[in-house]
């Protein structure tokens, strides 16, 4: 059974994720918007002792992994659940709380990230371990994760960057692009992070050739092509990534190399799986901008005078109060989808359709609440001196990454309406 009692450790993180948000990222939302490339300095040294802990949760008990032994092979759980993961609804809480005070800055939370997902969803236990221990210890750290590239996005299929085995040194060479990678010059060049590369093994073999391989921070071989200028989450660092016959040892490939059998398409599966997770993460930092424009808009109004009275008809309010009601509403359903999404994680139940069909929501409900608080507060809603405009252009991008709205929006029809891959595309 799913609950919404929120568990007292959580409460008690909620107050210091609370504090950094006001204190740490807020004040400096705007210089960092307007300075783009420039590194939340003061967010990062905040949060770094508090990121390694929360890793540090998510490693307990792999110490001594049953059944994992360091080499690729299933993903086996480190020990049978007791009860549910509590740590995944704090994450997923502090995620909503971190990009309520910022969401650009708040991608650059030096942690494992996207890149950590994917370890956790495709990787053994000893890899887990192996990866992400370093995530626990000496100066910050960041993850990345890249899929994307100039002629594959929502299409995976025609990915072009390869993995070849080097039978000799037994290690995986990887050549070509990945452009759009978020974090990845701090997981790879600023730092000794990771990012997790999906590359064929198999060009001809499609989806079954693709794999996911971990490559470690300032790995020769691995150069920053570009720095991109965005609409929004510019305090976020996004970049194209080269790879020039970059080496990694055998190790790194999580889950089978094998291809074309039912062990590789459980490899691919769990690579896929990293989405189960990353999506309800995204939904988090849309609902966060979301509250912060409502919240904003709320109080503008209120000063002015205008405030919903939840008692009166819908015919009796005015149309500013109705939009205001409409945003309440929008951000409320939106914000429940994702906590189920989440309880279904933390209770290791599959939640493949809701993780869509919470990021498809949030990401509609922010970029429509974002517009409507600029709309509402008038001229100063689309002036630099408020941060609503911000808001507006940091919303988007919850409709892009992870999937577009129309991905998403495809995986829910299938799952609903049991169509294959094949017959609905
Ligand atoms: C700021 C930013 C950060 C990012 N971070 C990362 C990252 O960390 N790692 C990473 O790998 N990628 C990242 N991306 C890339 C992002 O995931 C892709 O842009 C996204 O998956 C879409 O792929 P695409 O750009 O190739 O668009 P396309 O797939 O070419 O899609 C273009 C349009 O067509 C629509 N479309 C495509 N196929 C269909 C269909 N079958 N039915 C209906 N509509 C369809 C799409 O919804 C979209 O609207 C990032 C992108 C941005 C902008």
Redesign the pocket.
């Known amino acids: 059974m799913i609950s919404f009692e929120i568990p007292p450790f959580i409460k008690n993180q909620m107050q210091l994720i609370e504090m950094v948000a006001k204190q740490a990222m807020r004040p400096f939302s705007r210089e960092l918007d307007e300075n783009e490339h420039a590194r939340p300095t003061m967010f990062v040294n905040m949060t770094w002792p508090f990121a390694q802990e929360m890793v540090k949760r998510t490693l307990k008990g792999l110490e001594k992994p049953e059944g994992g032994n360091g080499s690729n092979g299933s993903n086996g759980q480190a020990k049978a659940r007791t009860g549910p993961d509590y740590s995944i609804l704090a994450l997923i809480m502090m995620i909503e709380q971190l990009s309520w005070g910022d969401a650009g800055q708040y991608l650059c939370l030096p942690h494992p990230m996207?890149g950590g997902a994917a370890v956790d969803s495709a990787g053994t236990p000893a890899q887990r371990l192996r990866f992400l221990k370093k995530f626990t210890e000496g100066t910050p750290k960041w993850g990345?994760?890249?899929?994307?590239e100039p002629m594959?996005?929502?299409?995976n299929s025609s990915m072009r960057t390869t993995a070849v085995f080097d039978e000799e040194t037994k290690e995986w060479i990887l050549n070509g692009e990945?452009?759009?990678?978020?974090?990845?010059k701090l997981a790879l060049e600023e730092s000794d992070g990771l990012c997790v590369v999906w590359a064929t093994v198999d060009p001809k073999a499609g989806r079954e050739g693709i794999k996911s391989f971990v490559v470690e921070g300032h790995t020769p071989g691995v150069s920053i092509a570009k720095q991109?200028h965005?609409l929004g989450?510019r305090a976020?660092d996004?970049v194209s990534l080269h790879f020039d016959n970059a080496r990694i040892p055998f190790e790194n490939l999580l889950g089978s190399p094998e291809v074309r059998t039912q062990t590789t398409s459980k490899g691919f599966q769990g690579a896929m799986k990293t989405f189960d997770s990353s999506r309800p993460a995204v939904a988090a930092s849309a609902m966060g901008i979301a509250r912060a424009a409502l919240e904003f808009a709320q109080e503008r109004l209120a000063e002015e005078g205008i405030k919903v009275d939840y008692t009166k008809p819908l015919h009796a309010l005015t149309a500013v109060e109705r939009d205001l009601m409409e945003m309440e509403a929008r951000y409320k359903g939106a914000w429940l989808l994702t906590l189920r999404a989440t309880a279904q994680m933390s209770h290791g139940e599959s939640n493949r359709l809701e993780a869509s069909m919470c990021k498809y929501r949030a990401g509609e409900a922010v970029t429509w609440i974002t517009q409507k608080a600029v709309e509402l507060l008038g001229p100063l809603g689309y002036s630099r001196e408020l941060l609503a405009e911000k808001w507006m252009r940091d919303a988007k991008?919850n409709d892009?990454?992870?999937?577009?709205?129309?991905?998403n929006q495809?995986i829910v029809a299938r799952s609903i309406l049991g169509y294959s891959r094949r017959e609905l595309?």
């Open positions: 996207l990345a994760m890249a899929i994307t594959a996005g929502s299409d990945k452009i759009f990678i978020t974090n990845g991109e965005k989450i976020s996004t991008i892009i990454y992870e999937g577009t709205k129309q991905i495809l595309k």
